[in-house]
Every structure is written in structure tokens, then in C-alpha cells.
């Protein structure tokens, strides 16, 4: 049976995801087109972009145990608050998460199993691969599923005083100076003080945590130095009959990976990591020393730990040459048959076919003034008396589905006597595969416009 029956009409009380029934609220938001993208799994697919990069990780850290196939469908309090969010955190809001319902959700990030992996599974070093969920803008580089992974490494008191770490940090630098391709900096506020530790839980094994944090640091550039290691450089694979790229000969440019400080509530101390790949930095990825709380819940708060969560979808598209996030979706063989598994190449773009563009506009609604103050995010957006762009955006990519490219706010204008904002928004329609005609894109304009007036309840111009 498939793993996912039809959500119910809007009507029902209720919503069926994954056979089985939950009562619909206020939060409800989950669409029939996002829950239809969970049967995709495109990071299980080793000759799939997304796919071929999860392997490099996983054949890289070969005693992690992995974990790539668990329910998207979670509880609000996996995804928030076994991970310390606060009430009031933003990433919460209705408007930026895909709610079943108040209690239920589709995870927004991997981290959302960290906590009931080391719990349930007793697992203290593992990967959690998965499709990840976030309403968001529409754009070359947004795409409201995209996928992470998370590792997590803990250390018992004992690994932590046998030398442990300092081994597995010697085998892994290594590798990273027989490469020679990683460089790393570090921001001044990285790099000049101390880490900010957990102050209940660090302050008798700082030095611990600093180790620690030592092998997160390391781990972390091997990582990198794994990953473009594997990149296809035509002039030697051309020359040499072994097509093993990990032996390539050709000695890569050295990668540039910087730390930055973070902040994450399930970290402390926290830091981000980019890494400058032709010119740009790009984001990779979050990390820090896991919770003292969380490790306690896992039944190991003897532990110290680290977490590190990737995004899989930029670092794809600047390694493999993707221009657009929802190539990675495509079914057209012209995409899927230029990948190979355990292979980073160029993908060769086929012909770009003509965008159509349409504009549309409408008055915001009248400003509110909410008076009381509330720990609920959500709280002052009854529905009709305030614009959220993501509900606007999500509209737009439920009618047009992958025939829209990018939406942008190209005019926003005050009426000088009432006061009212007006917004126009551009909509690229465009497909990846094939000519769209004016006259279908005209229907589905109707749609939308019909749908922002009746649904959003907005005033068009
Ligand atoms: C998180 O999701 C944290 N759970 C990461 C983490 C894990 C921190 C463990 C500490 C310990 P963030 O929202 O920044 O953090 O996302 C992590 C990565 O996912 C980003 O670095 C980026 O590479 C990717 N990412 C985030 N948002 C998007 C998006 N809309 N589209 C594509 N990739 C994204
Ligand atoms: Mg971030």
C-alpha cells in the first residue's frame, strides 16, 4: 500500500498522512503536493546528486550508524522542544513550518531525531539522512523540501580520557594532509576566545569539551577534504583507466572553510561553517557541543557530544553545476542519466526554455495593533488581518507546481490618504523541460489571482 494515503478534503475534520488520522486545528497547513514529495527519498538514490553526496559521507565515516529512512511525520516536541527551543522561537511559526497540527508536523531539520535516536536506538555515533520541510520564498536556490544530514558523535567518560579522540584525530588529519585540499580559517570571534561553554555542565571538563570541539573541527574538514577529493577532473580521468576519483591525480585547489559563530538552541557553543568554492562562501552547514539536557534525555548525560547538521542541496548545486533547486526533482532523463554513483561531475545544462512572466497586485490589509504580548508566534495572525508572503508563496507553488521559477516583490507602494500598502509580485513561469504556452499560464494566473482574493482574502488591483 503506499506509504501515504490522500489528505482529506479541506473540509474534513481530520487529515490522513501515513494511514493514519489526525483531528485538523488552526495549524494545519500541510499540502497534498508537499506530502506527495515524501515518497521521492532522492538521498537514497546513489546515482541521484543528493544521493552521491549522503554515500561520500557515509563510505567516509564508515562506523556511524545511519538512519535514512525515518517518518518525515513528527512531534512538535521532537522537532522544538526536546532540542530547547524556547516558546516564542520564530522557526516555530505556522507561517515558516509545515504543521499536521498543532502537535504534528513535518520535520523542519534533521535535528529533530537526535534525541530519540540516542534514546531509542542507544546510537552514539550515527547519520540521520532525510527530506526536511520549511515554507519559504520561491526562487533558483528556495524549495520548500529540501534535504540534511545530521551526524552526531557522543564520548563516554572513558573515550574520553584513553586517548580516543586524539587518535581518531591524528587518522583523520591524515587524510586531510595527504589531500592537501582543505585550508581553514577562523572568525575573530571563533578564533580569539575561548568557547562559550554550557556553564552548569562544562565547567569542571573544559578541557574535555575543547577536545571535543577538536574532534568536531576535524572531522568537519575531513569531511570537506572527503567530498572534493571526489570531484571528476576530465583532463585525468581522460588519461587514466582507473576511474576510482578518489585516487584522482590531480592535486584540487585547496578549499578555504571558514568558522563563524552560531547560535542554535540546541548547541552551546555554536558555529556555522563556509566554505569558498569559485569565488563564493557558501553556507554548508550547522554545528556545536550538543546540550548537556538533551544528552541526559538520551541517557547519557555522562556524555559530551557533537552535533553538525548539512544542507545537501546548495553544496549540490555549486559542486555538480545545478542551476535551478528543482532540477534535483526532475524525472526527464537529460537530468537524472549525467550522474554516476561515487562521482562528482559537471552537469551540462540542457536548453533553457522561454519564461512567461505575469504580474500581480493587491492591497495588504488594514494594519493591526495587537496590544497583548504572548509567547505564541502566531498569536496576532487571525486570519485576513495580516499578509504573511509565505502564505502567498505557498499558494502560487500549490497551482503553478514546478512551472513556477521565482516570485519577487517588484513594487509596494502606500496609498497616500488611506494609508493601505499596496504589493505587485513578478511570477516567472517557466519549465525545466519543456515550451510552456501564454494560454496555459493564463489559466493558472486566474487561479492564483482567484485564490489570493478568495483565499488570502486580499484585494486585487
Ligand atoms: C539547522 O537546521 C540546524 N538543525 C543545524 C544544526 C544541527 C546545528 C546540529 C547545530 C547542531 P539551519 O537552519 O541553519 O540549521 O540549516 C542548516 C543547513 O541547511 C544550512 O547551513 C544550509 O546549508 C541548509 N539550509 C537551510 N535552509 C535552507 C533552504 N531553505 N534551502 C536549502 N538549504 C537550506
Ligand atoms: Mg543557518
Not at 567518560?157 to 582543505?182: C, K, N, V
Not at 585550508?183 to 569542571?204: G, I
Request: aromatic fraction near 10%; include cysteine; hydrophobic fraction near 35%.
Amino acid at each position: 500500500s503506499a506509504p501515504i494515503s490522500p489528505v482529506s478534503s479541506d473540509s474534513s475534520s481530520t487529515i490522513t498522512v501515513f494511514d493514519k488520522e489526525y483531528p485538523r486545528d488552526d495549524y494545519t497547513n500541510v499540502t497534498p503536493s508537499i506530502l506527495a514529495r515524501t515518497q521521492r527519498r532522492l538521498h537514497l538514490n546513489p546515482a541521484h546528486p543528493l544521493g552521491i553526496l549522503t554515500h561520500i559521507i557515509y563510505d567516509h565515516f564508515p562506523h556511524f550508524k545511519r538512519h535514512d529512512a525515518l517518518s518525515p511525520v513528527v512531534s512538535t516536541h521532537a522537532n522544538f522542544d526536546s532540542l530547547l527551543f524556547p516558546p516564542d522561537h520564530p522557526g516555530r511559526s505556522r507561517h515558516d513550518a509545515y504543521y499536521v497540527n498543532r502537535t504534528t508536523m513535518l520535520r523542519s531539520h534533521t535535528s529533530a531525531h537526535e534525541v530519540e535516536v540516542m534514546r531509542d536506538h542507544g546510537h552514539r555515533a550515527f547519520f540521520v539522512a532525510a527530506d526536511v520541510y520549511r515554507r519559504d520564498e520561491i526562487d533558483a536556490t528556495h524549495y520548500p523540501v529540501f534535504h540534511q544530514i545530521e551526524g552526531v558523535r557522543t564520548f563516554s567518560p572513558t573515550e574520553l580520557s584513553d586517548g580516543t579522540l586524539t587518535r581518531e584525530i591524528a587518522e583523520m588529519q591524515a587524510f586531510i594532509d595527504r589531500t592537501g585540499i582543505t585550508r581553514t580559517s577562523e572568525e575573530p570571534a571563533v578564533r580569539d576566545n575561548p568557547p562559550r561553554l554550557q556553564p552548569e555542565h562544562h565547567s569542571a571538563r573544559a578541557a574535555d569539551v575543547a577536545l571535543v570541539l577538536e574532534h568536531l573541527k576535524t572531522s568537519l574538514n575531513y569531511w570537506v577534504a572527503a567530498i572534493f577529493s571526489r570531484i571528476a577532473h576530465p583532463s585525468s580521468s581522460s588519461s587514466s583507466s582507473s576511474s576510482s576519483a578518489s585516487t584522482t591525480a590531480v592535486a584540487p585547489e585547496p578549499i578555504e572553510v571558514r568558522w563563524i559563530e552560531g547560535s542554535f538552541p540546541h548547541t552551546t557553543p555554536s558555529f556555522e561553517i563556509e566554505i569558498k568554492y569559485q569565488g563564493q562562501w557558501l553556507e554548508v552547514c550547522g554545528c556545536g557541543i550538543i546540550q548537556q539536557a538533551m544528552l541526559k534525555a538520551g541517557g547519557i548525560s555522562d556524555h559530551i557530544g557533537w552535533a553538525v547538521g548539512f544542507g545537501l542541496e546548495r553544496l549540490a548545486m555549486v559542486l555538480f553545476n545545478i542551476p535551478d533547486i528543482r532540477l534535483f526533482w526532475s524525472e526527464d532523463p537529460r537530468f537524472l542519466d549525467q550522474f554516476q554513483p561515487g562521482r562528482i561531475n559537471r552537469f551540462v545544462p540542457y536548453s533553457k526554455y522561454p519564461p512567461c512572466l505575469k504580474d500581480i497586485s493587491f492591497w495588504l490589509p488594514e494594519p493591526t495593533h495587537p496590544t497583548a504580548t504572548t509567547t505564541d508566534p502566531d498569536a496576532t495572525a487571525v486570519a485576513g488581518t495580516e499578509f504573511h508572503e509565505n502564505d502567498f508563496m505557498e499558494l502560487v507553488r500549490e497551482i503553478a507546481q514546478d512551472l513556477v521559477e521565482d516570485v519577487k516583490l517588484v513594487d509596494s507602494f502606500k496609498h497616500p490618504k488611506t494609508g493601505r500598502m499596496s504589493h505587485c509580485y513578478r511570477i516567472v513561469y517557466r519549465s525545466m523541460d519543456r515550451s510552456v504556452t501564454n494560454e496555459e499560464i493564463n489559466v493558472i494566473q486566474e487561479e492564483v489571482r482567484t485564490r489570493v482574493a478568495n483565499q488570502l482574502g486580499l484585494a486585487l488591483r
